[in-house]
T-cell receptor, first 114, second 112 residues
Framework: DGGITQSPKYLFRKEGQNVTLSCEQN?????MYWYRQDPGQGLRLIYY???????QKGDIAEGYSVSREKKESFPLTVTSAQKNPTAFYLC?????????????FGPGTRLLVL | GENVEQHPSTLSVQEGDSAVIKCTYS??????FPWYKQELGKRPQLIID?????GEKKDQRIAVTLNKTAKHFSLHITETQPEDSAVYFC???????????FGSGTKLNVKP
């Protein structure tokens, strides 16, 4: 999991502002994921991507957008439509060649609203 | 979709005792069950996993059991140590592309 990086570690968002969280991996993984973690709760899937130029909505996609132009990168944009964005955001990746694979997580980005 | 419930939400044990965390799932098609450990402010890290064709798996002080009929699986930690203190998450996944459904987490506190 050391091959997945996220930046920044902390991010502050002003009301009405879009912000983008970076996720990069050098593990040659096809699949990448974005999760949101709120205090006392489990991880909830925002978006996932099986392959470059393809991505699917997870369980809580409203107010978020993603792109997958490169295998190594899966940035997440938190739009102004997301009314409660304060959370810990985790990116993950897996090989992507079969079901039931281990997902490896990045160090996370903590998003706070000013 | 899948619903994973995890109990207890907090667990406090004395060093050297055993700890057991239980999860239930709703979708009988789920076939992969990983457990993650997350220390405060850190990333979740896989500690053990089990597939539906296996009933039990052990790795040193950690074991996982799976009861497919009852749709529940459990994490067992023996001889607990203070460094085992963390939040533990279970998850379930089925064939539709490796989507993980996580439990709400158990905060384990091992008292020295």
């Amino acid at each position: 999991d050391g091959g997945i990086t996220q930046s920044p570690k902390y991010l502050f968002r002003k009301e009405g502002q879009n912000v983008t969280l970076s996720c990069e991996q050098n593990l040659n993984h096809d699949a990448m994921y974005w999760y949101r973690q709120d205090p006392g709760q489990g991880l909830r899937l925002i978006y996932y991507s099986q392959i470059v130029n393809d991505f699917q909505k997870g369980d809580i996609a409203e107010g978020y957008s993603v792109s997958r132009e490169k295998k190594e990168s899966f940035p997440l944009t938190v739009t102004s439509a997301q009314k409660n964005p304060t959370a810990f955001y985790l990116c993950a990746s897996s090989i992507g060649r079969r079901e039931g694979e281990t997902q490896y997580f990045g160090p996370g980005t903590r998003l706070l609203v000013l | 979709g899948e619903n994973v419930e995890q109990h207890p939400s907090t667990l406090s044990v004395q060093e050297g005792d055993s700890a057991v965390i239980k999860c239930t799932y709703s979708d009988s098609a789920s076939n992969y069950f990983p457990w993650y450990k997350q220390e405060l402010g850190k990333r979740p890290q896989l500690i053990i996993d089990i597939r539906s064709n296996v009933g039990e798996k052990k790795d040193q002080r950690i074991a996982v059991t799976l009861n497919k009929t009852a749709k529940h699986f459990s994490l067992h930690i023996t001889e607990t140590q203070p460094e085992d203190s963390a939040v533990y998450f279970c998850a379930a996944s089925r064939d539709n592309f490796n989507k993980f459904y996580f439990g709400s987490g158990t905060k384990l506190n091992v008292k020295p």
